[in-house]
């Protein structure tokens, strides 16, 4: 299977042809927001009004068929929290009224999960045996804290999944061709996954540039998952179609990731 550009119109997303039930990787387009944040900017606080981050969600929610009031959001901080969450955790469509976390698991039928990006990796999962979903944001801190295995992790404790039934899909980041690191981020790569990273990494002169989609594949392996389609797409390569924190230096909007979970397939 392979990620795919969907186009509605003026709205733009990219969906994983393992993924059955509703989801995209958002691009920058197809939003009411102007400025640095034109136009689909789907996270508050960065300049942009709320009114233009809930219409934005419900074009969103409109194209993919989901109940924008049903939407549970994460509130990231590059930590490797996970939340099991329900209906009852919708709180509305601002990110900060959530509580800390970087990752979202849910069984609920009708429930979306949401994380955001800008540059940093997204990760959408699905079990189409149970019907559980998950989404998580994967910066390089959250990569080495393992995030997406701890994400697949809470599917498997809270709903019962085996994860080589689990379906992932790796969203548009920096790619390795823009992600230039010092030796810290490889160090701690290292330190966490053994010499496998080394693979991961290539290095010129005295700067390290780490492949973070190649990683959290590895990453979903060895937690078992063996069904995992991966974007080419980087956000620093194309700044006219995706929010880069790098290329703007933070004068930016922010991509979503949505997830919807459906019953159980049969």
Same mark, same amino acid.
């Given at each position: 299977?392979?990620?795919?550009?969907?186009?509605?119109? &003026?709205?733009?997303?990219? @969906?994983?042809?393992? *993924?059955?039930?509703?989801? %995209?990787?958002?691009?920058?387009? =197809? =939003?009411?927001?102007?400025?640095?944040?034109?136009?689909?900017?789907?996270?508050?606080?960065?300049?942009?009004?709320?009114?233009?981050?809930?219409?934005?969600?419900?074009?969103?929610?409109? !194209?993919?068929?989901?109940?924008?009031?049903?939407?549970?959001?994460?509130?990231?901080?590059?930590?490797?929290?996970?939340?099991?969450?329900?209906?009852?955790?919708?709180?509305?469509? %601002?990110?900060?009224?959530?509580?800390?976390?970087?990752?979202?698991?849910?069984?609920?039928?009708?429930?979306?999960?949401?994380?955001?990006?800008?540059?940093?990796?997204?990760?959408?999962?699905?079990?189409?045996?149970?019907? !559980?979903?998950?989404?998580?944001?994967?910066?390089?801190?959250?990569? @080495?804290?393992? *995030?997406? !295995?701890?994400?697949?992790?809470?599917?498997?404790?809270?709903?019962?999944?085996?994860?080589?039934?689990?379906?992932?899909?790796?969203?548009?980041? *920096?790619?390795? %061709?823009?992600f230039e690191t010092n030796d810290d981020?490889?160090?701690?790569?290292?330190?966490?996954?053994?010499?496998?990273?080394?693979?991961?990494?290539?290095?010129?002169?005295? +700067?390290?540039?780490?492949?973070? +989609?190649?990683?959290?594949?590895?990453?979903?392996?060895?937690?078992?998952?063996?069904?995992?389609?991966?974007?080419?797409?980087?956000?620093? %390569?194309?700044?006219?179609?995706?929010?880069?924190?790098?290329?703007?230096?933070?004068?930016?909007? &922010?991509?979503?990731?949505?997830?919807?979970?459906?019953?159980?397939e049969t």
């Amino acid at each position: 299977m392979s990620i795919q550009t969907i186009k509605k119109e &003026s709205l733009e997303y990219l @969906v994983s042809g393992g *993924i059955s039930v509703p989801h %995209c990787f958002t691009t920058r387009h =197809g =939003g009411v927001s102007v400025g640095s944040q034109a136009s689909l900017n789907l996270a508050f606080g960065r300049g942009d009004s709320m009114e233009n981050v809930e219409e934005n969600i419900r074009i969103l929610a409109r !194209a993919l068929g989901f109940d924008e009031k049903k939407l549970v959001l994460t509130r990231q901080t590059h930590s490797d929290i996970v939340r099991a969450v329900t209906e009852k955790d919708c709180r509305g469509l %601002c990110h900060r009224d959530y509580p800390e976390c970087d990752g979202l698991v849910t069984n609920t039928p009708g429930v979306g999960l949401m994380i955001f990006t800008a540059d940093c990796t997204p990760i959408l999962l699905h079990d189409p045996v149970t019907g !559980a979903v998950g989404a998580c944001h994967a910066g390089w801190r959250g990569t @080495v804290l393992a *995030i997406a !295995a701890k994400t697949v992790e809470a599917m498997t404790a809270n709903f019962g999944c085996d994860p080589k039934n689990i379906r992932a899909a790796i969203g548009p980041n *920096i790619a390795q %061709c823009h992600f230039e690191t010092n030796d810290d981020v490889p160090r701690a790569l290292i330190q966490a996954f053994g010499p496998e990273a080394e693979r991961c990494i290539e290095r010129r002169g005295d +700067k390290f540039f780490p492949d973070l +989609k190649a990683v959290n594949a590895m990453v979903l392996g060895r937690a078992g998952v063996t069904h995992i389609d991966i974007s080419d797409e980087c956000t620093f %390569c194309r700044p006219d179609r995706f929010f880069s924190h790098r290329v703007t230096r933070g004068d930016r909007g &922010s991509q979503g990731a949505v997830i919807v979970c459906k019953e159980a397939e049969t």
